[in-house]
């Protein structure tokens, strides 16, 4: 590999860091599809819209694409819309193509055009946990079989998603383990002095213990289960912290009424969010799904040592939460499983979950982009081990 070529939609902060270490080995030029118009994107999720407040194209080559879609965007196939993109591509001289994603209309044409051209890498990261049985699943598997023919090699993120290309046709001789990772060494610095801001603005004592949920405050995270669990407990010294948005956020409010131990932030941007992190004790996604491909908050929460609690529709929970060793994976949906399993957190108290913190960083801290960047590269190598 001389020359890589990118395909990704837009900026996004798990993404660039690996683009600037794959920048310092191979000559590298990134493909933004969506156009520059995306760098200022309404997220829906959050309901706002989101600029990040980490440089996300600094160290590396990129390329705003023309995108001439109407609706322009990655929340649907057809929002992808480049007519010049492989022409861009083939002019800059790539000899291997790596696409994030297929769905969009722009990235499977790129993925057919090079197959046989040159090397076809991918990345993505869906998983089996919500598959579902019946007519359109096989059909399904058809369809899939037939896309994914069009690639050479699969990066894949984790156990699940590994399981998922494998059903659908990629042989284990296509697959290359590139771990899903955020910046482990940015989320670890600690600031006790934003520590301390974070827990007296709300009122905690050193001894009260701070479960923490960060994230898109939408069914799919079912934010709303972990709050009941949290009212059912009822045990004094115990906090609850949202920090978020989304179509969720007044319900949550109303049913927190004035309980002066759960408490809301508004959407925390970049730089403020490992100080977050690590005022908290005990880190929670307890997603039903559909779609929580992975969770990278886990990944974070990892990062800054703490313990963390998922559920079984989460997709790293396979890889990444160890019952009884740095958390534990409830039921999802189980207001009976949540609840006991965060109950037996608690009860572990600061020290046992500061433990469970130190498993947290001794795992994650495996998953990084500098292995990710480096199966990218020796992808061949990779494979033939």
Avoid at 156 to 176: M, S
Avoid at 207 to 228: C, H, R, V, Y
Avoid at 272 to 297: H, N, V
Avoid at 332 to 342: C, F, R, V, W
Wanted: charge should be positive; charged fraction near 20%; aromatic fraction near 12%.
């Amino acid at each position: 590999m001389k020359k890589l070529a990118i395909v990704v939609t837009h900026p996004i902060q798990y993404y660039a860091p690996v683009f600037k270490l794959l920048a310092q080995q191979v000559e590298l030029m990134v493909f933004y599809t969506w156009g520059e118009a995306s760098l200022n994107k309404h997220d829906p999720g959050f309901g706002k819209t989101i600029q990040w407040d980490i440089d996300l194209l600094n160290g590396y080559s990129f390329t705003w694409v023309k995108n001439i879609a109407t609706d322009a965007g990655s929340h649907h196939s057809k929002g992808i819309i480049n007519p010049d993109l492989i022409a861009q591509i083939e002019l800059w001289g790539a000899d291997t193509v790596l696409v994030y994603g297929w769905w969009y209309q722009s990235h499977f044409k790129v993925m057919r055009y090079f197959k046989n051209k040159v090397p076809v890498l991918f990345r993505g990261d869906s998983t089996l946990v919500d598959e579902k049985s019946g007519i359109k699943s096989i059909l399904k598997i058809f369809y899939l079989r037939w896309v994914y023919s069009h690639i050479n090699y699969a990066l894949y993120t984790g156990t699940n998603n590994k399981a998922y290309f494998k059903k659908y046709g990629v042989t284990d001789d296509q697959l290359i383990f590139a771990p899903h990772a955020v910046d482990n060494d940015r989320y670890g610095i600690t600031d006790q002095k934003k520590i301390a801001a974070i827990r007296q603005n709300l009122s905690l004592t050193n001894n009260d213990i701070l479960l923490l949920f960060a994230g898109k405050f939408e069914a799919k995270k079912d934010p709303l289960l972990l709050l009941q669990a949290f009212v059912n407990l009822n045990l004094p010294g115990l906090h609850l912290l949202f920090v978020g948005n989304g179509y969720l956020e007044a319900q949550l409010k109303q049913l927190a009424g004035t309980n002066k131990h759960i408490h809301f932030m508004d959407f925390q941007n970049q730089s403020r969010m490992p100080a977050i992190y690590q005022a908290c004790d005990l880190f929670c996604l307890p997603s039903k799904g559909p779609g929580e491909t992975w969770g990278l908050a886990v990944n974070e929460a990892m990062a800054c040592s703490k313990a963390i609690l998922v559920s079984d529709k989460v997709g790293c929970a396979a890889d990444l939460v160890k019952n009884n060793l740095n958390g534990y994976i409830h039921q999802s949906g189980s207001l009976a499983d949540i609840t006991q399993k965060l109950a037996m957190l608690v009860a572990k108290q600061k020290n046992g979950l500061a433990l469970m913190g130190r498993a947290s960083h001794d795992i994650i801290k495996h998953w990084n982009f500098e292995l990710q960047a480096d199966h990218i590269i020796n992808y061949e190598q990779v494979n033939a081990l």
